[in-house]
T-cell receptor, first 111, second 117 residues
Framework: GQNIDQPTEMTATEGAIVQINCTYQ??????LFWYQQHAGEAPTFLSY????GLEEKGRFSSFLSRSKGYSYLLLKELQMKDSASYLC????????????FGRGTSLIVHP | NAGVMQNPRHLVRRRGQEARLRCSPM?????VYWYRQLPEEGLKFMVY????????ESGMPKERFSAEFPKEGPSILRIQQVVRGDSAAYFC???????????????FGPGTRLLVL
């Protein structure tokens, strides 16, 4: 089976940088996604890592280390609208196409 | 290109009634996933369908819940004899055909908020 662990809640200041960590255990690996979900809304895709290293997309970057079962999402120049839940999502191999969602990290950005 | 559509956005039912939730995937997407999200909790997988086939329903309760994705028309999640515990947000996501060995990005609909009185 798969298991995902990420912090429940984080707070940060507008304009700062925040790193949201995600650790996982899986018997096979086919990719790790990050989604953003604002309260009462649908999750939206942020990033996808399948190989080790850093993927940068504007203010958002995501890092993956498969050997350590570890990923992080880095948000720079935080804005108030970044207050949301950030979901770490694992795709395992072995014929299953069902992603496993973490419980999400609720990020609160304050002035 | 319209995104994933779900309707209704809000649905109120009394205990014992039936709830029907509809999902139209993005154009070109043949895979549909249904998830349930309870307040303050994460997304829980329910069922994965392709056209006319249920691929994986391991997350679906054995009773009262069913899903279909017919050749024509939207995917339907049906909940019979609803109970208060069924109150949740139900999200549908679609993805293109899966490339072997890779996970595919899922695109979510706006969700249906079901309230059972």
């Amino acid at each position: 089976g798969q298991n995902i662990d990420q912090p429940t809640e984080m707070t940060a200041t507008e304009g700062a940088i925040v790193q949201i960590n995600c650790t996982y255990q899986t018997s096979g690996f086919n990719g790790l996604f990050w989604y953003q979900q604002h309260a009462g809304e649908a999750p939206t895709f942020l990033s996808y890592n399948v190989l080790d290293g850093l993927e940068e997309k504007g203010r958002f970057s995501s890092f993956l280390s498969r050997s350590k079962g570890y990923s992080y999402l880095l948000l720079k120049e935080l804005q108030m609208k970044d207050s949301a839940s950030y979901l770490c999502v694992l795709h395992a191999s072995g014929g299953s196409y069902i992603p496993t969602f973490g419980r999400g990290t609720s990020l609160i950005v304050h002035p | 290109n319209a995104g994933v559509m779900q309707n209704p956005r809000h649905l109120v039912r009394r205990r014992g009634q039936e709830a029907r939730l509809r999902c139209s995937p993005m154009k070109g997407h043949s895979h549909v996933y249904w998830y349930r999200q309870l307040p303050e909790e994460g997304l829980k997988f329910m069922v994965y369908l392709q056209k006319e086939n249920i691929i994986d329903e391991s997350g679906m309760p054995k009773e009262r819940f069913s899903a279909e994705f017919p050749k024509e028309g939207p995917s339907i999640l049906r909940i019979q004899q609803v109970v208060r515990g069924d109150s949740a947000a139900y999200f549908c996501a679609s993805s293109p055909p899966t490339r072997a060995g890779f996970g595919e990005t899922q695109y979510f609909g706006p969700g249906t908020r079901l309230l059972v009185l």
